[in-house]
């Protein structure tokens, strides 16, 4: 009996031993990475005493309060303590430089110590989170000697400041900037300073912005003459280049100290994708054959998918209401906002596909746990909906008069045969004044059909600017739907917001130059020189766009797009949710999963 209750309590005592050890190894493993990272930021580098003291130098003089350090140390044994209130990371392996690409912001600093052959990693790993990164970033890489000229192009790459340290004597590093073009207009590096052990200089700025001064690098720039844009004839000098975007071009140029060669595209305008291949404005930039171009070039998302769009100064959007089209079946059509029976159908598929994926994972009905499928099936949902809404190009479609299938092919034959009410959204006040003032007939009759206001939700982003003009416009026929009038029960905004974007200029993706350009075009507008030189121009309406070329595509059937992004959608989506919940919980409840 003895002997088996020692048995039953070493049986016991193994079972909670195989529970436990596993527990045990786990925390002690975690402590031991915990105290290894500890270790590793809180340890100073025995014997390099000149490093940590140089390190030290560069973060009293040149890290912010507000800036994210990244230290990337091939031997991960430097202590970065002179500023504790600062959150760091360190990386000591390129597998964990990965993750920089989940960390990183737009106001990071890198420091990189080791080899010249850790320094060609960390630039790639640099590279792989480039979107993430603003001029506002900087990097310090800490090398042995200097680095070659195939690693400071690719360093001059990047949209941030690169400064480079190297050590010329035991206790002496010498700090170099990497430029664009102080090398004869070619990427190379500009001497700063030497600092040694025990010096406390910080008179001068370790990570200057070198793109103040383009140090008379020559632009070509791929642009069609175009009078009250740009308008300029070959071989002529840049004084006599008129055009509030040729007066752009001349004032940037003087500042930043570089020369700009206009050149006619080598086929098509603004630029077109055939047959997987760019021509016009687009096919220049993307060749390399210009750094930018410049000139009526409207910004599609087929276009954000090749190219970067500098910040433009003004937009005039042209957006109307029409009538829902004659020539499509409405079987097959849905505009939005959708209806509800929409969204019924959209939670039945839902249900559908989550059982269905469930079934073809071949599992029995008692452990299916049908909910996570269903759940699974929804996410995809709303992430791809959000995602991927209105990211095709649009495209107008043509208005069609009421009672009959021949379509109206311009905006003068929608004014001159139908009563539809056109709002125009215009940005500026010289334009609405010459819509309003016009001696041309057709003006006059646009202008006595329209309704001239200023948007109230425009929003501004580092990149571009958009409003939301669709959406007040359906509000607006909400409303006089509510109000009872049956004449808008069969009508529906256009399909397009029709852009003139004159200074929209298109470059090539993570050009580090991009943002300066972007904050100059910014200052001119803000001192309001853009409206100036426009109004010294007297632009017309018909510079902007060309009335009878506004409606010019086929009409197209545009299917069901899943979108989140309307009110109606997103009370559906919320609501649809909380029903998944509760159906997941009853399913639970009923079908228990097996252990």
């Given at each position: 009996m003895r002997q088996a209750t020692i048995a039953v309590l070493c049986s016991g005592a193994e079972?909670?031993?195989?529970?436990?050890?596993?527990?045990?190894?786990?925390?002690?493993?975690?402590?031991?990475?915990?105290?290894?990272?500890?270790?590793?930021?809180?340890?100073?580098?025995?014997?390099?005493?000149?490093?940590?003291?140089?390190?030290?130098?560069?973060?009293?003089?040149?890290?912010?309060?507000?800036?994210?350090?990244?230290?990337?140390?091939?031997?991960?044994?430097?202590?970065?303590?002179?500023?504790?209130?600062?959150?760091?990371?360190?990386?000591?392996?390129?597998q964990d430089m990965e993750r920089i690409k989940h960390a990183s912001s737009r106001n990071d600093f890198y420091i990189v110590l080791g080899s010249m052959e850790w320094a060609e990693e960390a630039l790639r790993a640099l590279y792989r989170i480039r979107p993430q990164m603003w001029w506002t970033s900087k990097a310090l890489f800490v090398l042995e000697a200097l680095p070659g000229v195939d690693w400071i192009q690719r360093a001059a790459g990047l949209v941030i400041p690169v400064t480079v340290a190297t050590r010329v004597r035991p206790d002496t590093y010498a700090f170099y900037a990497v430029c664009l073009f102080c090398n004869d207009s070619r990427p190379g590096m500009q001497y700063i300073q030497t600092w040694r052990q025990g010096s406390k200089d910080t008179s001068k700025n370790l990570f200057p912005d070198l793109l103040n001064d383009f140090h008379g690098v020559e632009f070509k720039v791929?642009?069609?003459?175009?009078?009250?844009?740009?308008?300029?004839?070959?071989?002529?000098?840049?004084?006599?280049?008129?055009?509030?975007?040729?007066?752009?071009?001349?004032?940037?140029?003087?500042?930043?100290?570089?020369?700009?060669?206009?050149?006619?595209?080598?086929?098509?305008?603004?630029?077109?994708?055939?047959?997987?291949?760019?021509?016009?404005?687009?096919?220049?930039?993307?060749?390399?054959?210009?750094?930018?171009?410049?000139?009526?070039?409207?910004?599609?998302?087929?276009?954000?998918?090749?190219?970067?769009?500098?910040?433009?100064?003004?937009?005039?959007?042209?957006?109307?209401?029409?009538?829902?089209?004659?020539?499509?079946?409405?079987?097959?059509?849905?505009y939005r906002p959708f209806p509800l029976f929409v969204w019924i159908l959209c939670a039945i598929s839902i249900v559908a596909m989550g059982i269905t994926i469930a079934i073809f994972k071949r599992r029995s009905f008692k452990g299916l746990q049908v909910g996570n499928?269903?759940?699974?099936?929804?996410?995809?949902?709303?992430?791809?909906?959000?995602?991927?809404l209105d990211r095709e190009e649009r495209r107008m479609r043509y208005i069609i008069y009421p009672g009959t299938t021949r379509p109206i092919n311009t905006l003068e034959d929608a004014v001159e045969r139908t009563n539809l009410p056109f709002?125009?959204?215009?940005?500026?006040?010289?334009?609405?004044?010459?819509?309003?003032?016009?001696?041309?007939?057709?003006?006059?009759?646009?202008?006595?059909?329209?309704?001239?206001?200023?948007?109230?939700?425009?929003?501004?982003?580092?990149?571009?600017?958009?409003?939301?003009?669709?959406?007040?416009?359906?509000?607006?026929?909400?409303?006089?739907?509510?109000?009872?009038?049956?004449?808008?029960?069969?009508?529906?905004?256009?399909?397009?917001?029709?852009?003139?974007?004159?200074?929209?200029?298109?470059?090539?993706?993570?050009?580090?130059?991009?943002?300066?350009?972007?904050?100059?075009?910014?200052?001119?507008?803000?001192?309001?020189?853009?409206?100036?030189?426009?109004?010294?121009s007297i632009l017309p309406l018909g510079a902007y766009f060309s009335l009878n070329k506004v409606i010019s595509i086929a009409a197209e059937v545009k299917r069901i797009s899943f979108g989140m992004i309307h009110v109606q959608g997103i009370f559906y989506a919320l609501a649809f949710g909380f029903a998944l919940a509760f159906l997941a919980f009853i399913l639970e409840l009923l079908f228990p999963p097996k252990l």
């Open positions: 079972d909670t031993m195989l529970i436990l050890l596993p527990s045990v190894l786990l925390l002690a493993s975690l402590g031991t990475v915990a105290a290894e990272l500890d270790l590793r930021i809180g340890r100073d580098a025995k014997g390099n005493g000149v490093l940590s003291q140089l390190l030290h130098h560069v973060l009293d003089s040149s890290l912010k309060s507000h800036q994210q350090l990244f230290v990337i140390s091939e031997t991960g044994d430097i202590g970065v303590m002179g500023c504790d209130h600062l959150s760091r990371t360190i990386f000591s392996s390129v791929s642009t069609l003459p175009v009078s009250y844009f740009f308008y300029w004839t070959p071989n002529a000098s840049m004084k006599n280049w008129t055009g509030f975007e040729g007066e752009a071009l001349k004032a940037m140029a003087h500042h930043f100290h570089f020369r700009v060669t206009p050149s006619l595209p080598k086929n098509g305008g603004a630029g077109s994708l055939v047959n997987g291949t760019w021509d016009g404005h687009m096919g220049m930039v993307l060749g390399g054959d210009a750094e930018f171009a410049v000139g009526k070039i409207s910004q599609t998302w087929i276009r954000y998918e090749y190219v970067d769009f500098m910040s433009f100064v003004m937009i005039e959007s042209d957006s109307f209401i029409t009538q829902k089209p004659k020539l499509l079946s409405y079987s097959s059509t849905v499928e269903i759940f699974r099936v929804y996410s995809l949902f709303v992430v791809k909906g959000v995602k991927y709002y125009i959204h215009l940005y500026n006040d010289e334009l609405i004044s010459n819509f309003r003032q016009s001696n041309i007939s057709m003006y006059k009759a646009v202008a006595s059909r329209l309704k001239l206001f200023y948007p109230n939700t425009v929003r501004i982003t580092t990149d571009n600017m958009y409003m939301d003009v669709l959406y007040q416009l359906e509000i607006e026929i909400w409303k006089l739907r509510k109000a009872g009038d049956p004449a808008w029960t069969q009508l529906r905004v256009a399909d397009e917001t029709f852009l003139a974007l004159p200074s929209a200029w298109p470059i090539r993706k993570y050009k580090p130059y991009k943002p300066k350009l972007d904050l100059f075009i910014l200052r001119l507008r803000d001192a309001g020189l853009f409206n100036k030189w426009m109004s010294d």
